[in-house]
């Protein structure tokens, strides 16, 4: 279970430019559930994951993993449990390397060895294998640079080298943003399936409200720091994408937009 509890967060304090943004913020997202996050520009919900990753500090507050405080701890200890996936595809991969050293050193994340253990025979041939399953054509191109790959192409990628070890988080910064619609699609119906097989903890943020509403089993709507929509279960099932526009749609008149 990770819980956040009482989170509070100023940027900028003492200065003209203070923002507070989170102010006792509380939300607790059990194990193997798949968390769609939604919300307008500005809301709180990248800083709300970059929080959970440690790249940014706290003022005050607890992160609990299954009971245990990390919110102290390092971002490249957090790390090692968690497998993020950005919305620029050239995040995540390295361009200047091939496909195969991409995956070796993805392979490699929280094992201790560096940049030391090489790629066999037996390692190359169980990437070729993964690649094999995302149908495109990627099992061919392992000597092939990562830069020079479509979008699409390095996207699917991330996720994959973000998801081939195990994790207990997986954390989606509007990963579909970036892609034209039928690549947004293929990674979507991917991203299901590795959530669904790894059973792994997954918070997706998306400006998408039709993925936000058909994937995953529960749903929040951020707003000024908090969660103003929260629906799980049978209430997620019957939502609609107009039901979050209807709440957008107020908010803004509330707000003056
Ligand atoms: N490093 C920072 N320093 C100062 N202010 C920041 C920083 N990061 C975010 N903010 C501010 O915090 C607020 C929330 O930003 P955040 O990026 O979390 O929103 P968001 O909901 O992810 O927005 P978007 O949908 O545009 O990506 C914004 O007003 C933003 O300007």
């Known amino acids: ?15 003209v430019n203070e923002l507070c943004l989170f102010e006792n913020f509380n939300l607790t997202i059990q194990d193997g559930e798949f968390l769609s996050v939604v919300g307008s520009n500005g809301s709180g919900k990248t800083s709300m994951l970059n929080i959970i990753c440690g790249t940014i500090p706290v003022d005050s507050g607890s992160i609990l993993v299954s009971g245990t405080d990390i919110v102290n701890q390092k971002d490249y200890i957090r790390h090692r449990r968690i497998g993020r996936v950005y919305q620029d595809p050239s995040k995540g991969t390295c361009p200047s390397m091939t496909i195969l050293e991409n995956m070796s050193i993805a392979d490699n994340k929280g094992k201790g060895y560096g940049l030391g253990r090489g790629v066999n025979k037996a390692r190359a041939e169980h990437y070729r294998e993964m690649l094999r399953d995302l149908n495109l054509g990627l099992e061919n191109q392992m000597e092939t640079k990562v830069g020079s790959l479509s979008g699409g192409q390095r996207q699917t990628l991330a996720l994959l080298m973000a998801t081939m070890n195990p994790i207990e988080f997986l954390i989606l910064d509007e990963h579909t ?3 034209d619609p039928k690549t947004a699609e293929i990674i979507m119906e991917l991203t299901d399936k590795i959530v669904k097989e790894k059973k792994v903890t997954t918070i997706m943020v998306t ?28 209430e997620k099932a019957k939502m609609k994408v107009d039901d979050i526009l209807e ?10 937009n």
Request: neutral net charge; hydrophobic residues 40%; charged residues 20%.
């Open 207 to 234: 400006h998408n409200l039709r993925y936000a509403v058909e994937y995953g089993d529960r749903l929040i709507m951020m707003h000024q720091g908090n969660a103003i929509i929260d629906k799980a279960g049978e």
């Open 1 to 15: 279970m990770l819980e956040l509890k009482n989170i509070n967060k100023n940027y900028n304090p003492g200065t």
């Open 177 to 179: 943003a970036a892609l």
């Open 247 to 256: 709440t957008f749609n107020r908010i803004s008149i509330e707000c003056g």
